[in-house]
Every structure is written in structure tokens, then in C-alpha cells.
């Protein structure tokens, strides 16, 4: 320091002469720029001494490294954007295309286009879809098909019966016709036959929506033959025909259903094979239990039925002869309604025919003991 005295020997830890020339150096009137020439002269004087930086190295020592190709790495990213965006189409038209067919279908259907349909081809998820709504379509397209011909077939067969009515009834009125005994005969069996079909229908609506009421219980199937024979013994006996029952001897045969829906049923096919069974000719009715099913059959010796129509013989309102089934008072509804209360029995009916030799239309009935008869009772 200016003015104190040289020291020849300086004390260990003390600063030495050049150190302290160093720093008298940054002697300066602004005390930052002092402070940063003091730090400067600290780094300056202590760098032989401090220790040295800590340095990582990735990969090996001395080794520049590579660097990437311009071109190839633009040539990758096109490709990549290419692929990506050939993915995207055909995912748009093997997927998207189907769902926006089956949207506008839907939109279609909605609307009461029940003839649309969608292309359906493959064995994935979307047209597994497309089947499944084409079957829901078609379904559809054929319930409102079957409401369009029941409507038609109701107001075809009202039409002609109400017609006549009007007809007698406007000629007693102006005095054309007298009411004798005969016409209003004529004109009570026309209003009975209308009534015949009004409760027919309601018969088959109800069953057809499950809602018809059965009350099932055991009953005897020989029991249930025989009823049949008796409360349409007098009709075939007016018509000519005879009307007989074998193999209900000795004994039970046993079935589980309602007897006065049953009852129904068979009646409506014994009054089918007397109407259409000419005088002269016979109707027999033939039980038996066999293979744990009971089989209660009708065999008639009518005219027959050709082949071609027995598919058609349990649609509502069908004749193989309508003008026949009319004027006998058949409603063309009970083969359907037999057909609807012997299912809800676990049944099924049969049918066989010849034309020229008759026909054989066959209930069959699960046997309490076989499992399939038993079901719901209510």
C-alpha cells in the first residue's frame, strides 16, 4: 500500500505483492466498475489454482458426429404422409361410405320407403349391420304388406254380406219384397255370419298379440273328442254327412291346455271338413297318443285341396272355393285362428290332402309327460 512499509517476508495466508498490485489497479471513482475489475483480477490471479469445469460427453471422445441427409429425410416424410393419407381413404371408403348407405337408409325407412336397402358384402362388423337392417326392412316392408291385404280382405268380405242387407231392406221398405219367414231367415243368418267374422278377427288379433286369455288345466283328450262330435253332430247331419270318432276308447289321454280354446280349435276344423265334404260323404275323427305327443286328426272326403295351395290354407280370409266358404258361412279365419291356439300350446297342425279323395287336417299336442308341453298357464 502507498506509504507503508515494504515487508520482506510475507505471513503465510497473507495476499501477495502482485495480487495486491493487481487489485490497487481497480481503484476507480464508480464502485460497480470497481467491483467487476476485482472480480475480473480474482478470476484472473486464482485460475491456475481452481479446480476444472466438470464436462459430460455423449458417445465417444474426439468424435464429430454425423449429420443426417437432406434429401433422404424429406423423401421419408413424404412417404410416411403418402401412406397416412392413403390409409385415411380407404378407411373412409370401407367404413365411412357403408355408414353414411346405412344413414341414408335409416332416414329412408323413417320416412315410408320400406323398399330400402343397403349393399351388404363382407363378413365384418358394418356388413353384418347391413344384414341385420335389410332383415328389420324387409320384416317391416312385409307386416305393413300383410295390414294393407288383412284391411282389403276385411272390407271385401263385409262388403258383399252388408250389400245384400241393404238390398232386402230397401226392397221391404218400398214394399218389393214381403217380410215372410223365409227372407227374414236369410237376412238373421247374414247378420249372424257378419258377427261370425267380427269375433273371428278379435279372436285373432288377441292371439296373434299373445293377449288371448287361456285357462289351462289337465283335461282328457277322448272328452275333448267327443264334445267336438256332439256339438256339431246336428250341422252334419243337416248337411248329409257323416260324422264319426275312433280311437278314443277306454281310458285317458292326457293333455295340459285350455279345454275351450282347444275346443275352438278342433271345431273349427271339424265345421271346415262338413262344409266342404258333399252330401253322401263323412268326417272322422281319429285320436291317438304315440312318441309322448297326442295327434287328433280330422279326415274328411271332400274334394281335396291341389297341392299348390296348401301353403296358402292358414292365411286370413283364403278359400280354395270362396264363394263356396261364403255361402256355407264360413268367415275364412278359422284355420288361422286354430292354427294360432294350437301354438300356443306348443303344437303344430298338419295337413294332408288329395284332390279327388279328401283331406286330413292333424292337431298335434305335446303329452303332459313330454317336457316340451310344459310351459307358461297363464
Avoid at 271339424?270 to 275323427?285: F, K, M, Q
Avoid at 264363394?323 to 294350437?342: D, E, F, K, N
Wanted: charged residues 25%.
Amino acid at each position: 500500500m502507498p506509504g507503508a512499509a515494504p515487508c520482506t517476508d510475507a505471513a503465510p495466508g497473507a495476499p501477495r505483492p502482485a495480487d495486491v498490485l493487481a487489485a490497487d489497479g481497480c481503484r476507480a471513482p464508480d464502485k460497480a466498475d470497481t467491483l467487476a475489475c476485482l472480480r475480473r483480477v480474482f478470476t484472473e490471479r486464482t485460475a491456475a489454482v481452481a479446480p476444472q469445469p466438470l464436462t459430460v460427453r455423449l458417445g465417444a471422445v474426439d468424435d464429430a458426429g454425423q449429420s443426417l441427409a437432406v434429401g433422404p429425410s424429406i423423401g421419408v416424410a413424404a412417404g410416411v404422409t403418402a401412406a397416412a393419407i392413403a390409409c385415411a381413404l380407404l378407411l373412409s371408403r370401407t367404413v365411412l361410405r357403408p355408414v353414411r348407405a346405412l344413414t341414408a337408409a335409416s332416414r329412408g325407412l323413417g320416412e315410408g320407403d320400406l323398399g330400402r336397402r343397403v349393399p351388404a358384402s363382407g363378413r365384418d362388423e358394418i356388413a353384418e349391420l347391413g344384414r341385420s337392417f335389410n332383415r328389420m326392412a324387409g320384416s317391416l316392408q312385409d307386416s305393413e304388406e300383410r295390414q294393407r291385404r288383412l284391411v282389403g280382405d276385411i272390407a271385401h268380405e263385409l262388403r258383399t254380406p252388408l250389400a245384400n242387407l241393404r238390398g232386402y231392406l230397401e226392397a221391404l221398405r218400398d214394399g218389393v219384397l214381403q217380410a215372410d219367414a223365409e227372407l227374414l231367415d236369410s237376412l238373421h243368418e247374414e247378420v249372424l255370419l257378419q258377427q261370425r267374422i267380427v269375433d273371428d278377427l278379435q279372436d285373432l288379433a288377441l292371439a296373434e298379440a299373445g293377449a288371448l286369455t287361456y285357462h289351462r288345466g289337465p283335461l282328457d283328450a277322448r272328452e275333448l273328442v267327443e264334445a267336438c262330435r256332439t256339438a256339431h253332430s246336428a250341422r252334419a247331419a243337416a248337411a248329409g254327412v257323416a260324422l264319426d270318432v275312433v280311437g278314443a276308447g277306454p281310458g285317458t289321454v292326457r293333455l295340459h291346455g285350455d279345454p275351450d280354446r282347444l275346443r275352438q280349435a278342433l271345431g273349427n276344423l271339424v265345421g271346415n271338413a262338413v262344409r266342404h265334404t258333399a252330401p253322401g260323404g263323412g268326417v272322422r275323427l281319429e285320436l291317438a297318443e304315440r312318441d309322448e305327443m297326442v295327434r287328433i286328426a280330422v279326415r274328411d272326403t271332400g274334394g281335396g285341396i291341389p297341392a299348390a295351395d296348401l301353403p296358402r290354407l292358414f292365411d286370413r280370409f283364403w278359400r280354395a272355393d270362396a264363394a263356396r266358404g261364403r255361402a256355407t258361412g264360413g268367415s275364412g279365419l278359422g284355420l288361422s285362428i286354430a292354427r294360432r291356439i294350437v301354438a300356443d300350446h306348443h303344437g303344430a297342425v298338419e295337413v294332408a290332402s288329395e284332390v279327388g279323395v279328401g283331406s286330413v287336417f292333424t292337431i298335434v299336442l305335446p303329452s303332459p309327460r313330454n317336457p316340451a308341453g310344459s310351459g307358461k298357464t297363464g
